[in-house]
């Protein structure tokens, strides 16, 4: 059973910093593009920033120079270093990833973990 298990969300203030985490576990084989995604109330989920498993990264307009994604392969983990945080960058955020698992590659959920940025 593999699982997703984000952290590091919480209550800030417009301009602030906050870093979410994200870990992989069971019985993986390989983790391929990771990434974290975001859904804010009365809107669709919407893709914030991704990492290859060789490090190239994409983000979405609104959070570039901001917002810097990284990852530990060793340690099976995602990171969102989020900067200049802005009360529209309030939501639940996902951590998503491609997972193999004997020889199957699915995509895989964390349960999501709320940051508000107050103005």
């Known amino acids: 059973q593999v699982q997703l298990v984000e952290s590091g969300g919480g209550l800030v203030q417009a301009g602030g910093s906050l870093r979410l985490s994200c870990v992989a576990s069971?019985?993986?084989?390989?983790?391929?593009?990771m990434g974290w995604y975001r859904q804010a109330p009365g809107k669709q989920r919407e893709s914030v920033a991704t990492?290859?498993?060789?490090?190239?990264?994409n983000y979405v307009d609104s959070v570039k120079g901001r917002f810097t994604i990284s990852r530990d392969n060793a340690k099976k983990t995602v990171y969102l270093q989020m900067n200049s945080l802005k009360p529209e960058d309030t939501a639940i955020y996902y951590c998503?990833?491609?997972?193999?698992?004997?020889?199957?590659?699915?995509?895989?959920w964390g349960k999501g973990t709320q940051v508000t940025v107050s103005s």
């Open positions: 998503n990833a491609a997972i193999m698992t004997l020889g199957l590659t699915s995509n895989y």
């Open positions: 069971g019985s993986i084989l390989r983790v391929n593009t």
């Open positions: 990492i290859t498993s060789g490090g190239s990264t």
